[in-house]
């Protein structure tokens, strides 16, 4: 037997994997990893694979960094864990005075959180919270648009919209309002992504008109809806939608947790719109793919509205035991050490533009309907029909035939239902980004070409991303 199975063996008779129907691995064989360098990650039978999603878009400067690895050492032997209540450290306070000024102009306060869904319900909680506190309670409820991923926590789950993960648990959730994504892959033909994304921003004025005196707040990932298919919009939306909401006076929150730290082409995406939202959500990439942290970056003004004497109760008694750890904020100060001595977002244009011309004979390909691409996210929509972009049914698994072959030729490609994306980490080569881009060629070949014949159930499960 080898060490490969017998790690699987052991493994499926004691956990339950997160996004998986665990009856797959009964076929799919589970790939236990001993260890990781740079983009690679290494299997207990010494077979590599090249991790092109940065281990679910967190790690961003590669496995084991020795910066990295140092200074989250080097805590250790200080101080591992405090309590944030009554009490703080040198790495919290270091990395909060770095993010305040990192970050787009009037964010002065940090809160955090152990991890991205729990980063969105402090911000909808604080949003809601804030109104309260101002004598506006009826200003509760949260606008987000179609297709949407914030997180598997109840609230966040509130404010998503892809059906995969948030139709089971309906009669949990709060009722938002869903506006039409400003999503370009949607737009007609001969339209470009500003044209588009503007027109779309005439169904959000049309909520926030008809029912801001009840919204306390629209959440947006900008630039990127990630879980929904790597699907893509133009900044204009954003300086759109930062007008409207001060105009109506409506919060704004930027779930930036899939695509902040360099991913969009700029250190956050907000910065291409040129604005500062009322709530920026941080994760993943913050501590450099080591350890679960997010950030919630504020206004001052939102912090005043909760600073008051005890008795009033007007404070935010959020918690969360391993809020603000210290080998985490080490992980993060590393990570923004290395964007700020290396030259990260500068060198990410080389490599994106490596991205485009690698795959760029795809979008020629009978059954890509698109290849899309920003910053270092790119994207490929594989479809039964190319002139109608009829969408293979999701019970055909075409992605997980991609994953599959990607994992024989040594690459972790994980698609989203049939969008076969790259996000690898930054310290990724011009060759490598070749390796992936001809696997996936490989893959996307092999998907197309088998017959596959399912009962499809009609309506189950409208817009869905099969996660395998």
Not at 54 to 60: A, G, L, P, R, T
Request: net charge negative.
């Amino acid at each position: 037997m080898s060490l490969n199975h017998s790690w699987m063996q052991r493994d499926l008779a004691v956990l339950w994997h997160p996004c998986t129907q665990m009856k797959d691995h009964e076929q799919l064989p589970l790939i236990p990893i001993r260890r990781g360098e740079g983009v690679w990650l290494e299997d207990f039978d010494g077979k590599r694979y090249l991790d092109a999603v940065s281990s679910w878009w967190v790690n961003v400067f590669g496995h084991a960094n020795p910066r990295i690895n140092q200074r989250v050492k080097d805590q250790l032997d200080q101080l591992e864990h405090v309590m944030l209540a009554g009490f703080s450290h040198q790495p919290v306070v270091e990395l909060s005075e770095r993010l305040v000024a990192l970050t787009p102009p009037g964010l002065e306060r940090v809160f955090y959180t152990d991890n991205g869904s729990t980063g969105i319900e402090v911000a909808l909680k604080m949003s809601f919270h804030y109104w309260r506190n101002s004598g506006r309670p009826e200003k509760q409820r949260f606008v987000t648009l179609t297709n949407s991923y914030h997180g598997e926590t109840v609230a966040a789950m509130s404010v998503g919209d892809v059906a995969l993960f948030t139709d089971t648990y309906k009669p949990l959730l709060l009722d938002t309002l869903k506006v039409p994504s400003p999503d370009c892959y949607l737009r007609p033909e001969g339209m470009g992504w500003e044209e588009h994304s503007r027109n779309m921003f005439a169904h959000m004025e049309r909520t926030l008109a008809e029912h801001h005196r009840e919204i306390a707040a629209v959440i947006v990932e900008p630039l990127i809806q990630g879980a929904g298919g790597m699907r893509m919009y133009h900044p204009v939306y954003l300086e759109l939608l930062r007008e409207a909401c001060d105009r109506y006076d409506v919060h704004l929150i930027h779930d930036e947790i899939a695509v902040g730290f360099g991913r969009t082409g700029t250190m956050f995406a907000c910065e291409q719109a040129g604005i500062t939202p009322d709530f920026l959500c941080l994760s993943k990439a913050l501590t450099g793919g080591y350890l679960p942290m997010a950030a919630v970056l504020t206004t001052d003004r939102l912090y005043q509205a909760f600073y008051d004497d005890y008795s009033t109760l007007r404070a935010f008694l959020h918690s969360h035991t391993y809020t603000g750890n210290p080998l985490a904020c080490a992980a993060a100060l590393a990570t923004l050490d290395i964007f700020a001595e290396d030259n990260v977002i500068e060198a990410n244009r080389a490599l994106a533009a490596r991205m485009a011309s690698a795959t760029a004979h795809l979008a020629e390909h009978p059954q890509v309907a698109e290849v899309r691409q920003t910053g270092m996210a790119l994207a490929i929509e594989m479809v039964q029909d190319k002139a109608s972009r009829t969408p293979y049914p999701w019970q055909e698994r075409r992605g997980l035939k991609v994953y599959q072959h990607a994992l024989e030729r040594g690459a972790l490609l994980r698609p989203l239902g049939s969008v076969v994306y790259f996000l690898p980490p930054y310290c990724i080569t011009e060759e490598q980004i070749d390796f992936l881009a001809e696997v996936a060629s490989e893959g996307i070949d092999i998907a197309t070409r088998e017959a596959v014949s399912v009962a499809v159930p009609a309506g189950r499960y409208p817009g869905f991303r099969d996660p395998g």
